[in-house]
């Protein structure tokens, strides 16, 4: 009787058991091994839900009852103390929020897996310095207010497959210095605002649009150039800088930042004519010399020669600028 009796508990204990350790929370199914809860994707895999755990350094499984885990759930870590968190290449989405005020982590790894990241995934992180997307080659897009406010952060490294950088992105970061553009098609509104350490900002060619107000309130840049790939710039992209004293916006000539420029009476704007390097206001055989004599070091090309004399826009000035604008004054090419 004691044993038909103790068999009977062992069911009813079992049957407890697995009654919590799985779950419907409105339109969510998920289980739980008591660290992790797993919202039920499909058949087949689970999605990270909630982190119960106590460990600090957490390392994300890649299974869960033999079924594979394909991400992270929104608001999975949001204000967890976690100081690191390791994620499995094999992961393809990172939700909304999904470790939100998370305040004391201070480097993310992004893996190579990850296609979509949700709105606010890392804002907040108030000791976060570092993010590596650089694996993340399926990553096309970052969403908005994805660091916002993150005050630590000063290093970002993006793969080529990012085109799109979102609404206020990095606003109230703490960049000091500052790189966008290249694969970098699109810059969205407060992308980089308030980021007041922010001193050294260079836009590189290749970059298209700058949304309104994008390096809005970075109140340490004394000066930019806007690339000639640039086709639009929103309202108030550089204010208040650009209608303060102290602040150089420079364009090439015949762009349209120029145009930007003079539609929104920007004073403090200079123009840059590429390939009139001595500065005569025409491009000629005369550019080619002076620069010739600049590379070998007979004379020191001035900040602005430099800037119109890298018509091929790599941020150097080589004798591969020299051939250029040579076979430009040939007509052998027609733009730079």
């Known amino acids: 009787m004691k044993k038909f009796t103790s068999i009977i508990l062992a069911i009813l204990l079992l049957t407890t058991i697995s009654a919590a350790l799985s779950v419907e929370s409105g339109a969510v199914t998920y289980v739980s091994d008591g660290v992790f809860d797993y919202a039920v ?29 394909v991400g992270i759930r929104g608001y999975c870590f949001k ?24 305040r004391n982590i201070s480097e993310i790894v992004v893996p190579s897996g990850i296609e979509s990241i949700g709105n606010m995934a890392f804002a907040n992180c108030e000791s976060l310095e570092t993010i590596d997307f650089s694996s993340a080659e399926n990553l096309t897009s970052l969403p908005y207010a994805l660091c916002l406010n993150d005050a630590s952060l000063n290093h970002i490294i993006l793969p080529e497959s990012v085109s ?17 553009g290249g694969s970098v098609k699109t810059v969205g509104e407060r992308a980089f605002a308030n980021c007041a350490d922010l001193s050294d900002l260079k836009l590189t060619q290749g970059l298209e649009t700058i949304g309104a107000e994008a390096f809005y309130g970075d109140s340490s840049v004394d000066g930019v150039l806007i690339p000639s790939s640039v086709t639009s710039i929103g309202d108030d992209a550089f204010a208040p800088m650009a209608g303060g004293s102290g602040f150089e916006l420079d364009y090439y000539t015949g762009s349209y930042a120029q145009t930007y420029c003079e539609e929104n009476g920007i004073e403090n704007a200079v123009g840059h ?47 591969r600028d020299a051939t250029l604008i040579q076979m430009f004054i040939a007509r052998i090419i027609t733009e730079f």
């Open 164 to 180: 799109a950088i979102g609404e206020s992105a990095f606003e109230g970061c703490g960049f000091t210095s500052l790189a966008v």
């Open 273 to 319: 004519m590429l390939g009139d390097v001595d500065g005569n206001e025409s491009v000629d055989i005369n550019d080619v010399t002076y620069l010739q004599i600049g590379l070998v070091g007979r004379i020191t090309l001035t900040p602005d020669e430099k800037i119109k004399a890298d018509v091929n826009f790599d941020d150097n000035t080589t004798i």
């Open 79 to 102: 204000d967890s103390t976690i100081t690191s968190v390791t994620i499995p290449d094999s992961y393809t989405t990172i939700g909304e929020l999904a470790f939100n005020g998370c």
């Open 41 to 69: 994707e499909s058949e087949d895999t689970y999605m990270l839900y909630r982190y119960h755990g106590s460990d600090d350094e957490v390392v994300l499984p890649e299974y869960y009852n033999g079924k594979r885990i």
